[in-house]
């Protein structure tokens, strides 16, 4: 059974790059989320899927910010123009289809260092 | 608003010392679901259980327990026995719309 996989684990960047990441949801699940967090903070949402729509964005996503799920499958987030305030994991987590509130299974997540 | 608040910031034992890790929340919904999540070193938030609001039976399963008190908004988990592989920051969190709010974790540090 394939967990949900993320792509690089780790990415350092300059100031002023762009940067991509790549998650791969558990096959089937339909409902793809992207949460951020910081050094001794809880998972911060950013964004989720709910197969190829994207039906909600945080305040938190700004305009340097797109994420995309362009067959309901794996997901990209792009960030423009990486300022040091970026510097975070970013944690994507999928969830089945079905009634309810199910549980969401997260990546091992990506660590994004701005110098 | 939802609010998740996780007043321990670290907890330190020593093995086979139960460990009872306490979480506060705040919401309007009259239904909702409360989880525990459980992050390890390696990173890897790993799901551990999950409430209903209108279901206020407490459970055990295995060493894992858990007291949802919906008078108080509280909704305590419980580790008996500890082990060292326990070791881990620990987080409460709340849905809302499908996003989770998450608590700001508490560490638990066991020792052997």
């Known amino acids: 059974d394939t967990g949900v996989s993320q792509d690089p684990r780790h990415k350092i960047t300059k100031r002023g790059q762009n940067v991509t990441f790549r998650c791969d949801p558990i096959s089937e699940h339909n409902r793809l989320y992207w949460y951020r967090q910081t050094l001794g903070q809880g998972p911060e949402f950013l964004t989720y899927f709910q197969n190829e729509a994207q039906l909600e964005k945080s305040r938190l996503l700004s305009d340097r910010f797109s994420a995309e799920r362009p067959k309901g499958s794996f997901s990209t987030l792009e960030i423009q123009r990486t300022e040091q305030g970026d510097s975070a994991m970013y944690l994507c987590a999928s969830s089945p289809w079905g009634t309810g509130v199910l549980e969401q299974y997260f990546g091992p997540g990506t660590r994004l260092t701005v110098t | 608003a939802q609010k998740v608040t996780q007043a321990q910031t670290e907890i330190s034992v020593v093995e086979k010392e139960d460990v009872t890790l306490d979480c506060v929340y705040e919401?309007?919904?009259?239904?909702?679901?409360l989880f525990w999540y459980k992050q390890p070193p390696s990173g890897e938030l790993v799901f551990l259980i999950r409430?209903?609001?209108?279901?206020?039976q407490n459970e055990i399963s295995g060493r894992y327990s858990w007291n949802f008190q919906k008078s108080t908004s509280s909704f305590n988990f419980t580790i008996t026995a500890s082990q060292v592989v326990d070791s881990a920051v620990y987080f409460c969190a709340l849905v809302n719309d499908y996003k989770l709010s998450f608590g700001a974790g508490t560490t638990v540090t066991v020792r052997a």
């Open positions: 919401t309007r919904d009259t239904t909702y679901y």
């Open positions: 409430r209903n609001s209108f279901d206020e």
